[in-house]
């Protein structure tokens, strides 16, 4: 099974595994897959059985993403990327749906999140400023 988008065609269990990958929140599908070298961020909708992938963000260097998770509360989405020893934090705004990053020292950047009865909670934290640089990788903040 393939997807079909403007950066080409994504093949499931292809040479690429595990992208791409499929988030679901309560307001979008959401999916990373592999543009070139890359990792890229995609709404994916829906209109008479035929599936568009929009782009939104690039993520950066496939080679250099460990992980990528997502938070969704409602139009509003917290996308954490896994970078190893670095970890960025990307906010959906909910208006423009643009995918932006936003610095660590504002939200920290993490393994992984989620949305836990409404409320972001990060896990593997990393930080470069207060209050959470002093939490380890071991820590989860919410």
């Known amino acids: 099974m393939g997807i079909s988008a ?17 988030f679901f929140t309560d307001y979008y599908i959401m999916a990373v897959a592999i543009k070139g070298d890359n990792l890229a ?25 460990t992980s990528i998770d997502v938070a969704g509360f409602g139009t509003y989405v917290v996308i954490v990327v896994n970078k190893g020893a670095t970890k960025e934090i990307y906010e959906k705004n909910p208006s423009t749906k643009a995918v932006t990053l936003t610095a660590v020292t504002t939200i920290p950047g993490g393994n992984s999140c989620c949305n836990h009865k409404g409320q972001l909670f ?8 207060a209050p959470w640089n002093t939490m380890t990788a071991c820590s989860v903040a919410w």
Request: charged share 10%; hydrophobic share 40%.
């Open 6 to 22: 403007i950066t080409g065609a994504w093949e499931i269990g292809a040479s690429g595994w595990p992208y791409p990958k499929l």
């Open 41 to 65: 961020l995609y709404d994916m909708t829906n209109a008479a059985n035929v599936w568009t992938a929009t782009e939104r963000i690039d993520l950066g260097a496939a080679s250099g993403i």
């Open 122 to 129: 990060i896990g593997g934290l990393y930080s470069t400023g």
